[in-house]
C-alpha cells in the first residue's frame, strides 16, 4: 500500500471539506444535475477519445500505481540477481529451479534462461514484453490527463447552461443568488475532478512509467549477465551503476 498516496487523498479532500463547512453548509454544494453534467461529460468525451477496453486497463493500471507499490527496489533487484549467480557458479543454470523469484518479469527472464534460448532471443522477448508494460502505463497517463483537462471545460459547460437558466428568470431578483451558486458549483466540480483526482493520477503514472523503464532495463541486464556466467563481483559493479543513489551501492 502507497502511504503517500492515501494520506494526500485524505488531506486533500479533509480540507476541502473544512473550508466548504467554514464557508457554508454542504448541501448547498450538492447539485445532482451538476454532477451529471461534469461527471457525464467528463467520461462521455472520455469514451469517445479511447476504446473501453482502454480505459478499464488504465483505470486498473492507475489504482495500482497509486496505492500499491509491486515493483522491487534497484537495490532489490541488483542483491536478487547477485545471489542467483552465485548459485549459477556454484551448482549450474538447472540450481535456479524452483528458486524464489517474486519478481514475475525476472522470472519470466529466468524461465528463458534455463530453457536454454540464446541471449539474443532472451533480450528481444523481455525487450517486448517491457515495452508493452511501459506503454500501459503511458496510456494511462495519457488518459487520466485528458480527463484532468476536460473536466474542468465541462464544468465550464455547465456553468453556462446554469448562467443561460438564470437570466431567463431576471424578473425575479430572490432567484439569482441560488441560481448563480448553482451556475458555480459546475465549474468547481470540474476543478476538483482534474486538481484532486485526474491530474494527480496522471503525473503519478508518468513518475511509474519511468521507474518502470528503469526497473526492467536493470532486470533485463540481470538476466542477461547471469545467462553469460559473469561472476558475482563482476554484475554487482554492473548493476550498481543503474542506482540512482550511490550511497545504496556502498551499502551493499
Known sequence: MDIGTLIGLIATVVVILVAILGA????????????AVVFGATFGVTFIKYRLSEMIKAFIVAAQAA?????????????????LTKIVQKDGIIALEGQDIPNEFMKKGIDLVMDG?????????????????IEDAEQGQKMFASMGDSAPAMGMIGTLIGLVAMLQNLSDPAAIGPSMAVALI???????????FCIPLAEKLEMRAKELKDHLDLIIESVLAIQQGQSALVMTQ??????????????K
Open 238 to 251: 554492473l548493476l550498481n551503476t543503474y542506482l540512482k543513489n550511490p550511497d545504496e551501492a556502498e551499502k
Open 117 to 133: 534460448h540464446s541471449p539474443e532471443f532472451t533480450e528481444k522477448i523481455l525487450r517486448n514484453l517491457m515495452t508493452r508494460a
Open 24 to 35: 457554508s453548509e454542504l448541501q448547498y454544494f450538492i447539485d445532482i444535475p451538476s454532477i
Open 67 to 83: 496505492f500499491f507499490e509491486k515493483s522491487m527496489k534497484a537495490s532489490d533487484i541488483i542483491e536478487k540477481a547477485t545471489g
Open 186 to 196: 459546475t465549474t468547481l466540480y470540474g476543478a476538483a475532478i482534474a486538481q484532486v
